[in-house]
């Protein structure tokens, strides 16, 4: 069983940034696919970014591309979203998920593809 927990949210004013992390447990990070998506008021889960378990391959949605980065660290067992220039529509309760069994050079943006998920950490964007 994996654990993911997330940190990093907050409240912060358009054009700021913030740092989203997700530490795993487990002594397998390594071997997993991870991911980032998002769910607003109202609205469904929807896919922000996401990276490969090998090659460092990154997929993100249009939305955020130039302004997100995720990266991991696996000595740390953590994904990370930077995110730079937030929007007010960037506001949402953030998710890190995670994949088990993956092709080593793939991203996966689907939801329903990810095995585990953490409980979420709000981001908050005022105008």
């Known amino acids: 069983q994996v654990q993911l927990v997330e940190s990093g949210g907050g409240l912060v004013q358009a054009g700021g940034s913030l740092r989203l992390s997700c530490a795993a447990s487990g002594r397998t990070f390594s071997s997993y696919a991870m991911g980032w998506f998002r769910q607003a008021p109202g609205k469904e889960r929807e896919f922000v970014a996401a990276?490969?378990?090998?090659?460092?391959?990154?997929n993100y949605t249009d939305s955020v591309k130039g302004r997100f980065t995720i990266s991991r660290d696996n000595a740390k067992n953590t994904v990370y979203l930077q995110m730079n220039s937030l929007k007010p529509e960037d506001t949402a309760v953030y998710y890190c998920?995670?994949?088990?069994?993956?092709?080593?050079?793939?991203?996966?943006?689907?939801?329903?593809?990810?095995?585990?998920w953490g409980q979420g950490t709000q981001v908050t964007v005022s105008s």
């Open positions: 990276i490969s378990r090998s090659f460092g391959n990154t």
């Open positions: 998920g995670l994949k088990s069994y993956n092709r080593g050079s793939y991203t996966y943006t689907r939801g329903s593809e990810y095995d585990y």
